[in-house]
């Protein structure tokens, strides 16, 4: 049981390059979470998926896109990067605890884009 | 704006001692309440949950809820060296489905425990 696994874990993009972060988790969760942290800034929530077919923007969605490919699989996609996405990236996947949802973390991708 | 509040530290606690930890959060209809510890270079890792007023015991963590002061606090009882990392201090927005779309999270406070 490996939990919620990202690819990559590094990655150096240029200005204007475009790349996808891979997710995966084996857990059976319905929702899966898209978060960057940055110094100061703490963690933000990008996008998210309630469930499988369901996408939905959260607190910082401007420069992504995301793909709920089926239930185990969530992939963020960069279009054209800017040094502002320059960040770690987070997938979090979450498990129904009675009325609430606790998330589990993958253990992220340090972009840099230059 | 949904505000979660941490003092970001570094918070200090010497080998064997209790360390406090606090939160305060601006939403009063907040629902569930989650502490995660980030050691550094290293994805968040869930330790506490706690969704109704009072206290709630895991080993030696101890999460108290207080919703009238909005308030969440992580108490480590014979804190080791260990337990030195950032911990994260996380609220589930209401309306959010118990939290089905994300959660808002604190910057963190940055424990050190002093051998």
């Known amino acids: 049981n490996a939990g919620v696994t990202q690819t990559p874990k590094f990655q150096v993009l240029k200005t204007g390059q475009s790349m996808t972060l891979q997710c995966a988790q084996d857990?059976?969760?319905?929702?899966m979470y898209w978060y960057r942290q940055d110094p100061g800034m703490g963690l933000r929530l990008i996008y998210y998926?309630?469930?499988?077919?369901?996408?939905d923007k959260g607190e910082v969605p401007n420069g992504y896109n995301v793909s709920r490919l089926n239930k185990r699989e969530f992939s963020l996609r960069l279009e054209s990067a800017a040094p502002s996405q320059t960040s770690v990236y987070f997938c979090?996947?979450?498990?129904?605890?009675?009325?609430?949802?606790?998330?589990?973390f993958g253990p992220g991708t340090r972009l840099t884009v230059t | 704006q949904k505000e979660v509040e941490q003092n970001s530290g570094p918070l200090s606690v010497p080998e064997g001692a209790i360390a406090s930890l606090n939160c305060t959060y601006s939403?009063?209809?907040?629902?569930?309440f989650f502490w995660y510890r980030q050691y550094s270079g290293k994805s968040p890792e869930l330790i506490m949950s706690?969704?109704?007023?009072g206290d709630k015991e895991d080993g030696r963590f101890t999460a108290q809820l207080n919703k009238a002061s909005q308030y969440v606090s992580l108490l480590i009882r014979d804190s080791q060296p260990s337990d030195s990392a950032t911990y994260l201090c996380?609220?589930?927005?209401?309306?959010?489905?118990?939290?089905?779309?994300?959660?808002?999270f604190g910057k963190g406070t940055h424990l050190i425990i002093q051998p």
């Open positions: 979090a996947s979450s498990e129904e605890a009675g009325a609430y949802y606790e998330q589990y």
């Open positions: 857990m059976n969760h319905n929702s």
């Open positions: 998926s309630a469930s499988e077919g369901t996408t």
């Open positions: 939403d009063r209809v907040s629902q569930s």
């Open positions: 706690i969704y109704s007023n």
């Open positions: 996380a609220v589930t927005p209401p309306g959010s489905g118990g939290g089905a779309d994300g959660l808002t």
